[in-house]
């Protein structure tokens, strides 16, 4: 079965700044997909950003970016210029075979 | 972005009755829907996995008749809690998988949160 660990249950950081969020994943697989997704006081999940594992290259989106490392299983995520907005839950998830599988998630707090 | 919509958002029902929650995907078809279970704090636990036409597959631990899952069509699926108890009460959560080369695109509903008095 595939675990996805996020070691990093709260951080903060201030506005404009950059931060790093953390994610590992289990996997004997070669071909799968990660997520990162966001979930504001809302509470309704967004999609934050998506990396094939097959490709090399490190997928950006805006101010978001990952650092994905295959051979380490790892999947940070880098917020850059931090926005009030950004504050919420973010969750790390691992997808193959049609089964999604998220991590305990860490909470975001971007101070003014 | 493809948009699923989850109704209803809140609901309050009390101890003893059944309360049914419902899941569309508004502009695509949904082959594939899942249902998760998000304690206060806590990451999102899958509850069961629902394909249109066929019975849904329920992970360990979940009661299955207690969680009754309908996929009639490929844009609704439904969750009704039967006998609902208070320890129900939670936010449930559905999402839709858009097979698009299997990308892995999943969307999620808004979430209903449910209190069982």
């Known amino acids: 079965a595939q675990t996805v660990t996020q070691s990093q249950p709260e951080m903060s950081v201030q506005e404009a700044e950059t931060v790093t969020l953390s994610c590992t994943y289990d996997t004997s697989e070669n071909n799968y997909y990660l997520f990162w997704y966001k979930q504001p006081p809302s509470r309704q999940m967004i999609l934050v950003i998506r990396?094939?594992?097959?490709?090399?290259q490190n997928a950006t989106e805006n101010r978001f970016s990952v650092n994905f490392q295959k051979a380490a299983k790892s999947f940070s995520l880098k917020i850059s210029d931090s926005q009030l907005g950004d504050t919420a839950m973010y969750f790390c998830?691992?997808?193959?075979?049609?089964?999604?599988?998220f991590g305990s998630g860490t909470k975001l707090n971007v101070k003014p | 972005g493809a948009v699923v919509s989850q109704h209803p958002s809140r609901v309050i029902c009390k101890s003893g009755t059944s309360v049914k929650i419902e899941c569309r995907s508004l502009?695509?078809?949904?082959?594939?829907m899942f249902w998760y279970r998000q304690f206060p704090k806590q990451s999102l636990m899958l509850m069961a996995t629902?394909?249109?036409?066929?019975?849904?597959?329920?992970e360990q631990g979940v009661e299955k008749d207690k969680f009754l899952i309908n996929h009639a069509s490929l844009t609704l699926s439904t969750l009704t809690v039967t006998s609902a108890h208070p320890e129900d009460s939670s936010f449930y959560i559905c999402s839709a998988h858009r097979r698009l080369a299997d990308t892995g695109e999943l969307f999620f509903g808004e979430g209903s949160r449910l209190t069982v008095l």
């Open positions: 998830a691992f997808y193959n075979f049609n089964k999604f599988y």
């Open positions: 629902s394909n249109e036409g066929s019975k849904a597959t329920y």
């Open positions: 502009d695509f078809q949904a082959t594939t």
């Open positions: 990396q094939e594992a097959y490709k090399q």
